[in-house]
Structure formats: C-alpha cells, structure tokens
C-alpha cells in the first residue's frame, strides 16, 4: 500500500467510522425498522438542498483541526435537543428530523474533512 494512502487512512479513521456508521444505520434499520429508516433519510434528502446547512457543515469538517470536537459537539447538540423535545420545550421539532440533520451534518463533515486529509497528504 502506499505511504501516503496509508498515512490518509490512519488519520481519518473517525471520518470512516461515521460514514460507516451511516450506511449501517442503512442497512440495518431497513430490515428491522424500514418505515422510520425511509422517513428519516427522505428527510435527510430534503435537508441536502438547504445550502447554510451543507455550508455549515462543510466548513466545520474542513476548517476545524480537531474533528473530534465536531463529532462529539454535533452528537451532544443532537441529544440536548432530543431532551428538550422530550421535555416538551421544542415541541415545532420532531426526533426524525434532527436525526437527519445529524446525519447530513455528519456526513458531509466527514468527507470535507477527509478531503482534508487528502490534501495535506498531497495525493
């Protein structure tokens, strides 16, 4: 293998658990729970054309040099809302939807990011 690819996949190996984590979620939740999985991705689907968010996102995964802040921020952001809705506080907000938000903000997160990777490494 190449030094350089292989120098890519030891540091972006968070960017790879998320991605991977996404697909599973995929794959899993339309075999066990395929109505939720359907709706939580169409939303997702339609949270893509909303450009501040992809900008946002872009840019966290791009210009921030610790990625795990990122990842663990935007998790924590998901279940301190997730709280709040429960608690009645966001009741405009539905579980569904910011589980989409998280993982539009993930994923494309994670490949700014592993772009990233790609372009210090000079690939």
């Known amino acids: 293998m190449n030094a350089q690819f292989t120098a890519i996949l030891t540091r972006a190996k968070l960017n790879l658990v998320i991605l991977g984590a996404v697909l599973a979620f ?5 075999f066990t729970h395929p109505e939720l999985t359907n709706s939580v ?6 949270l ?5 968010l992809i900008l946002i996102a872009i840019t966290l ?4 040099p610790n990625f795990k ?6 998790i924590a ?11 009645g506080i966001f ?18 997160a994670s490949i700014a990011n ?3 990777h790609y372009r210090e490494n000079g690939l």
């Open 91 to 108: 009741s405009y907000l539905t579980t569904e939807y910011l589980f989409a938000v998280l993982i539009v903000v993930l994923g494309f």
């Open 77 to 87: 952001a998901f279940i301190g809302a997730v709280i709040l809705i429960q608690m």
């Open 69 to 74: 802040l990122v990842v663990f921020g935007s």
């Open 26 to 30: 995929a794959i899993i939740g339309k």
């Open 48 to 52: 893509v054309s909303e450009l501040y």
């Open 61 to 64: 995964g791009a210009f921030v």
């Open 114 to 116: 592993l772009y990233r």
């Open 41 to 46: 991705f169409v939303r997702a689907d339609q």
